[in-house]
Antibody
Framework: EVQLVESGGGWVQPGGSLRLSCAAS????????MTWVRQAPGIGLEWVAN????????YYVDSVKGRFTISRDNAKNSLYLQMNSLRVEDTAVYYC???????????WGQGTLVSVSS | QSALTQPASVSGSPGQSITISCTGT?????????VSWYQQHPGKAPKLMIR???NRPSGVSNRFSGSKSGNTASLTISGLQAEDEADYYC??????????FGGGTRLTVL
C-alpha cells in the first residue's frame, strides 16, 4: 500500500524557517518525480515545487523561488522541503504527492499545517 | 502562470449529470493532453479522478469522465450521488514545464 506521511509543520514567526519531511512507503520511491502542493485555509490548491528521480531537476513556483528548497534522500525514501524567510502568505497545509506521470498526482499524504504569524 | 478558471460552484440533484469546466490558454490546457482532475472532501487530501484529459485511474467510478475542446477541459459526473459532494480541481501541464491548478469548484448535491 502506497503511503506518504508528512511531518515538520508548525507555527513560526515571519522570517523564520521550517523543514518539512515526507516519508514514503509501499512503492519504489527512487522511480518517481515527487511534488509539494500547498493549500491556504479556505483556498484552492497551489503547486509549490517538484523534483525528478535523482534530484538533478527541481522546479518551483515563482513565489517561493530563492526561499524554499526541495530535496530527497532515496536511501531513506524521503522527500523534504526546506522553507526559509517564511511569510504570512506561506500559511497553508502542505501536501507531499507522488507524480504518477505527466503531473497526474496519484497519491497524496495527509498534509502538514504550516502557520506563519507574529 | 495564472490559475486555470473554474466555476466557483455547481449543483445537481441525485441521479442527474453535471459538468465542471476548466478554462486555460494555449500554453496550458489547449497545448497539451496533460489535464488532471482531483476530488477533495473537507479536511481530506485530494484524490486523482481523471488523468491525461480522459483517463480514469484504477478504482475510480466510470460515472466520472473527462474531455477537452480547445482551451477548455471538462469533468462530467453522471448519476450524481451524495458522496460526490466535494471540491473539484483541475490541473494542467504548462509551457513553463510546471503544472497549474484551477481555482476549484464546490459541487453541491441537492
Amino acid at each position: 500500500e502506497v503511503q506518504l506521511v508528512e511531518s515538520g509543520g508548525g507555527w513560526v514567526q515571519p522570517g523564520g524557517s521550517l523543514r518539512l519531511s515526507c516519508a514514503a512507503s509501499g512503492f519504489t520511491f527512487s522511480s518517481y518525480w515527487m511534488t509539494w502542493v500547498r493549500q491556504a485555509p479556505g483556498i484552492g490548491l497551489e503547486w509549490v515545487a517538484n523534483m525528478n528521480q535523482d534530484g538533478s531537476k527541481r522546479y518551483y513556483v515563482d513565489s517561493v523561488k530563492g526561499r524554499f528548497t526541495i530535496s530527497r534522500d532515496n536511501a531513506k525514501n524521503s522527500l523534504y522541503l526546506q522553507m526559509n524567510s517564511l511569510r504570512v502568505e506561506d500559511t497553508a497545509v502542505y501536501y507531499c504527492a507522488r507524480d504518477g506521470g505527466w503531473y497526474a498526482h496519484d497519491f497524496w499524504g495527509q498534509g502538514t499545517l504550516v502557520s506563519v504569524s507574529s | 502562470q495564472s490559475a486555470l478558471t473554474q466555476p466557483a460552484s455547481v449543483s445537481g440533484s441525485p441521479g442527474q449529470s453535471i459538468t465542471i469546466s476548466c478554462t486555460g490558454t494555449s500554453s496550458d490546457v489547449g497545448g497539451y493532453k496533460y489535464v488532471s482532475w482531483y476530488q477533495q472532501h473537507p479536511g481530506k487530501a485530494p484524490k486523482l479522478m481523471i488523468r491525461e484529459v480522459s483517463n480514469r485511474p484504477s478504482g475510480v467510478s466510470n460515472r466520472f469522465s473527462g474531455s477537452k475542446s480547445g482551451n477548455t477541459a471538462s469533468l462530467t459526473i453522471s448519476g450524481l450521488q451524495a458522496e460526490d459532494e466535494a471540491d473539484y480541481y483541475c490541473s494542467s501541464y504548462t509551457s513553463n514545464i510546471t503544472p497549474v491548478f484551477g481555482g476549484g469548484t464546490r459541487l453541491t448535491v441537492l
